[in-house]
C-alpha cells in the first residue's frame, strides 16, 4: 500500500469528521499519557536508564552484524532455523514456503508490525490460509476488515459499540446469539472463540520485541499471552522481526524492558515476556517442532549508512510518540495510510516507501517536540521531520505556494528586526479579529486552514519575544535540544560512552554465554519505589508481594512442599472449582491422592480450569515470576488454564532481573527451550481502554511462597 497526497489530504478530512474516532482517541491518549506519567515518575533513574538505552540501541548499530551473526550461530545451535529477507516480497515468500512445508491449513499470528509491513496477511489470504489474528485488537480489526491504527494498541479507534455489532455479526454462527454489550461479556467471547483456534493451529507467527545476541533467544512482550500460545501449541513457530531487533546480552534487554513497558502502557513489566531459543528439546513436553526466524533488512540497512536517519532504528516501536503527538491525537492512525503511524511513522513511511509516495508526511507535525520529550531511546524526531521538509523544500516537490511560504519564513526568520515587527503586528491583528470570541474560525485568505473543525485560539495580543523582553509568564519552551543524528554522534563510539579499543564482540566468544559482557559502562541499578513507599524501606521478599499483588496477583506462604496438595484442595472447594487440575510433573511426587485430589501430570491440553507449575526465581523489583521450560516444566501449564499458581521457595527471590539471569547462567548450557518472565495475570485493554482480566491466558495468578 503506497500512501500518496491526494488519500492522506481526503483520510484526514474523513477523520476529523468521525466523532466516534475522537472519542475513542481521547479516552486512549489520556489513559496512555497519565500511565507513563505515572510509571516514569515511579523511577527516579528514569532519565539515566534512557541514556543507557541510547548507549545500548547505537551500540549494537555499529556493530549490528557481529551481533546478527552472534545471534544466528547461538539459535542455530539450539536447532532453530533462520532466514534472512532483503525485502518485503522475500520475507513472504520465506512464510509461505514455511507454511506449505508445513501442510499448514490454519496459521494463528501474534500482533507483528514487521508482519504488516511486508504484506504477510494478505499474503497468507491470498493462498488460502485460515489466517488468524489472535491479539485481541488485531482479532477486532481483522473482522473488521482494517489495518491498525496504532502499534500497540490496533483497535483503538473503535468503540465498545463497533465491537458489539462486529462480533454479532461474526460470531452469530459460532453459536453467540445474543449481542453482547459488556466489556467483560466481550473479553470472554473473544476468549472462548480464539480458544479452539490456538488449539488446533498448525503455524503459529509472531513478532519479536528483541533478539538477544547472547543465547539466541528472540524474545515477545504481550500482556494478554496469545503470543504465547501462537508460539507453544501449532507444530511451527515462525518470528518475523526486523534485523534491528538484535541486542548484546540479557542485560541490555532488561534495560529496554524497563523502557518499554513504562513508555507503552506505564507498566514496570506486562504480564509476559517470553524468551524463546529454538524448536522442542529432545525431553520437553510441549513447544513447537520447528522454530524459524525470518530476519527482515526491508530498507533497514540503506537507513543504517544514512547518518541523519540512522537514529530510527533505535526505535522500540512503544507508541509513545503516537499517544504524545497532538496530531496523531487528531486524525488517528488510518490517515497516515501505511502501517507506521503518529510521528514515527511520519518518519518512517518517507523512508521506507519513498518521500515521493508520502510527501504530506513530514509536513505533518507542529514540530512541539513532544514525541522526542517521551521517546525512551530519544530519537530526534522532530528534527528528523525537519530534514525531510528541508529536502523536500532543495527538490522542489513541494508546491509553489508552500516553497514561496518557506522562503518568505527563510527571508524574515533570518531579519530579526523584521521578524519582531511582523510578530508583534500579526498579533495584534489576529487579538483584534478575535476579540470577544475566544477562538478564531475563520481568516481571510485562509479558510483552507480551517477546514475539517480547526481553529485557532485568539492570541493575547502581545509576541513572545514582547512578553519574554518583560519576563512575562512565558512558559519553558517545551522543546529539548536533542542530539542530531549523525552530529554529535558523528564523533564516533566515544559519543555514546563505548571506547575505540573495546574487543570485538566476536572476540568474546571464548568467555562464554557473556561473551560481550563489559562493552556497555556500568550503571548503577537504582532501587525501585514501590507502592507503600520507597523500594529502599521494604526488603526484597516484602517488594515482590507488593509488585505482584500490585498487578492483581497474590501471595500465599505455604510452610513446606509437603503442604502443597492440602492447601490446593482446600483453594479448589473455597473457589468452588472442581477442576481439571494439571500438575507439572516436577511435582509429581507429592501426596496428591492423600488430599483428595486426581491431576494429570503433564501439559495442558486446553480444557484445565487449574494449572500448577513451578518458578526458578521470583524478582523482587517487579514482583515478576521466572519459569523455565523442561522435561518436567512444560510452558503450557503457565498459559491454558484459568487459575495459574505456581510455586516458589522464597530462597530464590531475587532483587532484580539481572540476578536472575546470573543464577539462570550458573546452571549451564543449554539454555532452556523458553523463559517466561510472568508478572500478574493475562490482561488486555484492547477494548475502550478498559482493563480485563484473562483476555487468552489464566485469569488468575497466585504464587505459593514456600518458607
Ligand atoms: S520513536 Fe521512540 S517513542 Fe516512538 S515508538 Fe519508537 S521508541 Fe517509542
Known amino acids: 500500500m503506497n500512501p500518496s497526497t491526494g488519500d492522506f489530504k481526503a483520510r484526514v478530512r474523513v477523520a476529523l469528521k468521525d466523532r466516534h474516532l475522537a472519542q475513542a482517541l481521547g479516552r486512549a491518549r489520556d489513559g496512555f499519557v497519565l500511565k507513563r506519567r505515572k510509571a516514569v515518575d515511579a523511577r527516579p533513574d528514569f532519565e539515566a536508564l534512557r541514556d543507557r538505552g541510547v548507549a545500548i540501541r547505537d551500540h549494537t548499530l555499529d556493530h549490528l552484524e557481529d551481533y546478527l551473526d552472534q545471534f ?64 485481541l485488537g488485531e482479532y477486532i480489526i481483522q473482522l473488521a476488515q482494517e489495518t491498525p491504527s496504532h502499534i500497540i494498541a490496533p483497535a483503538v479507534h473503535k468503540t465498545r459499540e463497533q465491537i458489539t455489532e462486529l462480533f454479532h455479526t461474526h460470531h ?81 534487554m532488561t534495560t529496554l524492558l524497563r523502557l518499554l513497558g513504562r513508555s507503552a502502557t506505564g507498566q514496570a513489566m506486562t504480564s509476559y515476556t517470553t524468551l524463546s531459543t529454538g524448536p522442542r528439546r529432545g525431553d520437553d513436553l510441549d513447544g513447537p517442532l520447528a522454530h524459524h526466524v525470518v530476519l527482515v533488512d526491508n530498507g533497514r540497512s540503506g537507513m543504517l549508512t544514512d547518518p541523519r536517519y540512522r537514529a530510527m532504528l533505535r526505535c522500540i516501536r512503544c507508541g509513545a510518540c503516537l499517544n504524545h503527538c497532538p496530531v496523531y491525537g487528531a486524525i488517528g492512525g488510518h490517515a497516515y495510510g501505511w502501517v507506521y503511524p503518529g510521528p514515527m511513522g511520519s518518519v518512517l513511511t518517507p523512508l521506507n516507501r519513498g518521500l515521493a509516495n508520502a510527501p504530506d508526511l513530514p509536513q505533518a507535525c507542529t514540530l512541539n517536540g513532544h514525541c522526542a520529550e517521551v521517546c525512551p531511546v530519544k530519537i530526534p524526531l522532530p528534527e528528523m521531520l525537519r530534514g525531510l521538509r528541508e529536502y523536500q523544500f532543495e527538490q522542489r516537490v513541494v508546491g509553489r505556494g508552500s516553497r514561496w511560504g518557506g522562503w518568505l519564513w527563510g527571508q524574515m526568520a533570518s531579519r530579526p528586526g523584521l521578524y519582531r515587527s511582523v510578530a508583534r503586528w500579526s498579533a495584534r491583528t489576529l487579538a483584534w479579529l478575535g476579540r470577544g470570541k475566544g477562538v478564531l474560525r475563520r481568516l481571510p485568505m485562509a479558510s483552507g486552514w480551517f477546514s475539517g473543525g480547526r481553529y485557532l485560539p485568539v492570541p493575547e495580543g502581545r509576541s513572545f519575544m514582547e512578553m519574554w523582553g518583560k519576563g512575562g509568564g512565558v512558559p519553558d519552551s517545551p522543546l529539548t535540544p536533542t542530539p542530531l543524528p549523525g552530529g554529535e554522534r558523528g564523533s564516533g563510539p566515544q559519543a555514546t560512552g563505548f571506547s575505540d579499543d573495546l574487543p570485538s564482540p566476536r572476540g568474546g566468544e571464548g568467555s562464554g554465554m557473556r561473551g560481550v559482557a563489559g562493552r556497555v559502562p556500568e550503571f548503577p541499578l537504582t532501587r525501585t519505589p514501590l507502592p507503600g513507599g520507597e523500594r529502599g524501606s521494604m526488603d526484597t521478599m516484602e517488594a515482590f508481594q507488593a509488585g505482584l499483588e500490585q498487578v492483581g496477583g497474590t501471595v500465599e506462604w505455604i510452610e513446606q512442599p509437603d503442604d502443597i496438595p492440602r492447601y490446593l484442595s482446600g483453594f479448589m472447594r473455597q473457589q468452588g472449582l472442581r477442576g481439571p487440575l494439571v500438575v507439572a510433573p516436577a511435582l509429581a511426587y507429592l501426596d496428591w491422592a492423600g488430599a483428595g485430589l486426581e491431576p494429570r501430570f503433564g501439559p495442558a491440553q486446553g480444557d484445565e480450569t487449574v494449572g500448577l507449575s513451578r518458578a526458578v526465581c521470583g524478582v523482587g523489583e517487579t514482583g515478576t515470576l521466572v519459569l523455565t521450560s523442561g522435561a518436567d516444566d512444560p510452558t503450557t501449564l503457565n498459559f491454558l488454564p484459568e487459575y495459574h499458581l505456581v510455586v516458589l521457595s522464597s530462597a530464590d527471590v531475587v532483587d532484580c532481573l539481572e540476578d536472575a539471569w546470573t543464577r539462570l547462567r550458573a546452571q549451564g548450557q543449554p539454555w532452556p527451550r523458553t523463559v517466561n518472565l510472568i508478572t500478574g495475570p493475562s490482561r488486555t485493554a484492547d477494548v475502550e481502554q478498559t482493563i480485563q482480566l484473562g483476555a487468552h491466558g489464566p485469569r488468575s495468578l497466585r504464587v505459593l511462597l514456600i518458607r
Open 72 to 135: 544466528i550461530r547461538a539459535f542455530e545451535a539450539q536447532g532453530g532455523q533462520v532466514h534472512r529477507a532483503a525485502d518485503a516480497e522475500q520475507a513472504r515468500r520465506i512464510v509461505l514456503d514455511i507454511c506449505a512445508q508445513a501442510d499448514a491449513r490454519r496459521v494463528t499470528k501474534g500482533k507483528s508490525m514487521v508482519a504488516e509491513e511486508v504484506g504477510l496477511n494478505e499474503a497468507l489470504d491470498d493462498d488460502g490460509y485460515d489466517r488468524v489474528e489472535t491479539d
Open 172 to 252: 452469530q454462527e459460532l453459536g453467540f446469539k445474543e449481542r453482547t454489550t459488556s466489556i467483560p461479556g466481550l473479553v470472554n467471547e473473544a476468549r472462548s472463540v480464539l480458544r479452539e483456534r490456538f488449539l488446533t493451529a498448525d503455524v503459529g507467527i509472531t513478532g519479536a520485541n528483541f533478539l538477544v545476541a547472547e543465547n539466541g533467544a528472540s524474545v515477545i512482550v504481550t500482556n494478554e499471552g496469545n503470543g504465547d500460545l501462537t508460539a507453544t501449541l501449532p507444530r511451527v513457530h515462525v518470528t518475523v522481526t526486523g534485523i534491528e531487533k538484535v541486542v548484546p546480552t540479557l542485560e541490555d
